[in-house]
């Protein structure tokens, strides 16, 4: 079946996420944070936890369907080899330069990132979407997951002990120290949580948006296609459970399997539930309706990773810039901005919020200007 053409779903959904990401990486005080807008501590999840593996799996779907239309137009598997390697590079070094930034410190920069693992996760996922088929794609997601079980519990720590779980102490952690040493996340040191070997599970959530994408390309109906997305959402939720409860806890820092499997079932569900939506077989009222409430994330989607990086340049020029406050002290710019919202007769944590939401409405609209003008960023 050819490949269709650009879902507005897909565009809704990255904008979403990007928007999300924008919110939770934002926030006026880093103490002040509602629960669900930070990080789980370690096991367990939060809604913010659900952000990267998203961005992942749409990686994934985007993947599949503009193969699909480059094959159509005969381009050849090296050919799109190349050029998907070539477009994970630039990123790779896009997120290695946002690190760098403001400092330039080129002994201590930290070397992982988000936008270094989407690279790292592209470049290796691309020959298996090209010269695999869907049971091969499978195979390799569950024989990945199956390998970084086994290294995780039963591989003894040089110096350690096997199937120890816990910050800096696990078999990925030993390795970043070994292959990175000092260009780390500076927050701790000893760990990273983009590291190295947790990059294969995390690969493995980029494939299954593959799979969600390739399942797009045949001729089933919408409606179809949409019901299989969702019971296979359900069914890696209950996977991600199990797992969760009998071998390896759910975890982002240390992207365990259980918690690949899972934030692959939300995936699909929150990708089924837009397919439907706004491309599928809806009722044409409520699509209709959808495309209006959806269209701020299509406005964010379509310059998704030109967002990013430009809010992650705006908040490190906030903390950067600096001046001399009414009392004499020094205070950044980001800081001096989120004075007068913090002096409201609110809570600390809502104050946050309003910063973050303030910040993300910034963003919008110059994504906003872009989209009317026409400005298309691509890598």
Request: hydrophobic share 55%; glycine share 10%; charged share 10%.
């Amino acid at each position: 079946m050819a490949a269709p053409a650009r879902l507005l779903s897909l565009d809704a959904f990255r904008g979403f996420t990007i928007a999300s990401m924008v919110l939770v990486n934002n926030p006026g005080d880093w103490g002040n944070l509602h629960a669900q807008l930070a990080h789980a501590r370690w096991n367990g999840w939060t809604f913010t936890d659900t952000i990267f593996p998203f961005f992942l799996f749409i990686g994934g779907v985007s993947m599949a369907l503009s193969l699909g239309r480059l094959a159509e137009a005969g381009a050849s598997r090296p050919a799109l080899l190349a050029k998907l390697w070539q477009r994970a590079l630039v990123i790779f070094l896009i997120g290695l330069a946002l690190n760098l930034i403001p400092h330039f410190n080129f002994d201590q920069v930290r070397i992982p990132g988000v936008l270094q693992r989407i690279a790292v996760c592209t470049m290796l996922a691309a020959p298996i979407v090209l010269y695999f088929n869907w049971r091969g794609q499978l195979a390799w997601i569950a024989g990945l997951l199956g390998l970084y079980s086994a290294l995780m519990l039963w591989m003894p720590v040089p110096g350690g002990a096997a199937g120890v779980l816990e910050p800096g102490r696990d078999l990925g952690a030993w390795l970043d120290r070994m292959v990175l040493g000092g260009h780390l996340w500076r927050q701790s040191q000893t760990w990273d949580p983009e590291g190295l070997l947790s990059t294969i599970p995390a690969l493995c959530s980029q494939l299954m948006g593959v799979l969600a994408g390739r399942w797009l390309l045949t001729g089933h109906s919408k409606a179809e296609q949409t019901v299989w997305m969702l019971l296979a959402g359900l069914l890696l939720l209950a996977l991600g459970s199990t797992l969760d409860a009998i071998l390896m806890p759910i975890n982002k820092s240390l992207w365990t399997s259980s918690f690949a499997l899972f934030m692959g079932g939300w995936a699909l569900l929150a990708f089924a539930a837009f397919y439907w939506l706004l491309d599928g077989t809806a009722h044409a009222d409520v699509r209709a309706a959808a495309t209006r409430w959806a269209r701020p994330f299509v406005i964010y989607g379509v310059n998704a990773l030109f967002i990013f990086t430009l809010s992650g340049l705006v908040a490190k020029t906030l903390g950067a810039l600096s001046s001399i406050g009414a009392d004499g002290a020094k205070v950044t710019l980001g800081r001096a901005l989120y004075a007068p919202l913090r002096a409201l007769d609110i809570a600390p944590v809502n104050a946050s919020l309003l910063y973050a939401l303030l910040f993300n409405a910034f963003m919008f609209g110059i994504a906003y200007l872009m989209w009317r003008k026409k400005w298309f960023v691509k890598v």
